[in-house]
């Protein structure tokens, strides 16, 4: 029995995908072809250095479906997904990223189509639909913290979850229910060690009817599997970026004025989903890395239970 590459779940017919998954992500039910592989993404990078619209640390590109040929092409603009490869650096990082981004969408959060894709050097790439373009390629405006809070962006993690989520307060059409949302993925982030949640992995959207909301989730990732030593929060929380406790996101749910109530909902849900992340860590990435994770998500458990 094969589990589909984009939500993990498994397939009916022994393929490798959901017709309904790659319909979501591309708008068309076949498996696209990459023909490039992440040493000539890497070339391509470096000659329209400047040029391309979507700028970070790991090497990624902006990509669109060629209906007509099925084939993954690098555009310089419009691009409809971000396709981001195996860094050489970070063993499996596709495969994570996709992992929790599934995860993620299981315990309720708002997660863009994603999957995983081969490239001609048999390694797998991620590739997201971008929430700020249409199929067609329309675009909706999106900001990220970093220009909201006027931080230059080489100063990304000077800063605090306090003032993003009081950004999101200000700005949001319905800052409560976004504020939440935040909130859950604030303590999801510490729960599986993905200590990069700078502020530019935080957005909002703004479209033209003035709807501005907290964009859907995006960069999910356990940092923390490469990086043993990386703060636990790349934000400061309750002024603190190690040994967080729960009283330190009790502190933020009453800095940010969340309900009560609905604090108490969201860390029961997430204090309830240890099983359902364990069970999904299936066999996406190698025996040895899930092992890692499993002691990684289990201490971080251990941790919010501890007064
Ligand atoms: N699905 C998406 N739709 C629209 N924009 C997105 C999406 N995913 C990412 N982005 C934008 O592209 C930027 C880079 O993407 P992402 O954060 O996933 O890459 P990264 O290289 O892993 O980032 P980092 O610099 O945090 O390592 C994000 O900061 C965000 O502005
Ligand atoms: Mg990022």
Not at 25 to 37: A, N, Q, R, T
Request: proline share 5%; glycine share 4%; charged share 30%.
């Amino acid at each position: 029995m094969n589990k589909c590459l984009c939500c993990r779940k498994t397939t009916a017919d022994g393929s490798y995908y959901h017709k309904s998954c790659l319909k979501k992500l591309f708008g068309s039910e076949k498996p696209p072809v990459i023909k490039f592989d992440t040493a000539d993404l890497v070339s391509e990078i470096s000659k329209n250095a400047g040029k391309m619209s979507i700028s970070g640390v790991q090497i990624k590109a902006s990509v669109i479906l060629n209906k007509k040929s099925n084939i993954i092409e690098i555009v310089q603009s419009g691009g409809t997904h971000i396709l981001k490869p195996e860094p050489f650096e970070y063993p499996e990082l596709p495969q994570n990223e996709n992992l929790f981004m599934n995860i993620a969408e299981v315990l309720g959060m708002e997660v863009p189509p994603h999957g995983l894709f081969d490239m001609p050097d048999k390694k797998k790439c991620y590739i997201i639909k971008r929430f700020d373009r249409s199929f067609a390629g329309e675009k909706t405006h999106v900001e990220d913290m970093a220009q909201l809070l006027e931080m230059p962006p080489d100063s990304k993690y000077e800063s605090s979850i306090e003032k993003v989520g009081r950004m999101i307060r200000k700005v949001s059409k319905r800052p409560f229910l976004d504020l939440i949302n935040f909130y859950e993925r604030v303590v999801f982030c510490f729960l599986i060690g993905n200590g990069d949640m700078h502020l530019k992995n935080w957005s909002v959207i703004l479209p033209e009817d003035g709807n501005i909301r907290l964009s859907p989730c995006y960069d999910l990732i356990s940092s923390k599997l490469y990086l043993s030593h990386e703060d636990e929060t790349a934000l400061a929380i309750n002024g603190k970026r190690n040994n967080l406790k729960i009283s330190d996101f009790e502190e933020l749910a009453n800095f940010l004025e969340i309900d009560g109530k609905a604090t108490l909902n969201s860390l029961n849900k997430l204090k309830s989903a240890k099983e359902t992340i364990i069970r999904i860590l299936d066999d996406e990435l190698s025996p040895e890395r899930i092992k890692k994770l499993k002691e990684i998500i289990s201490d971080r458990y251990k941790r919010l239970s501890e007064a």
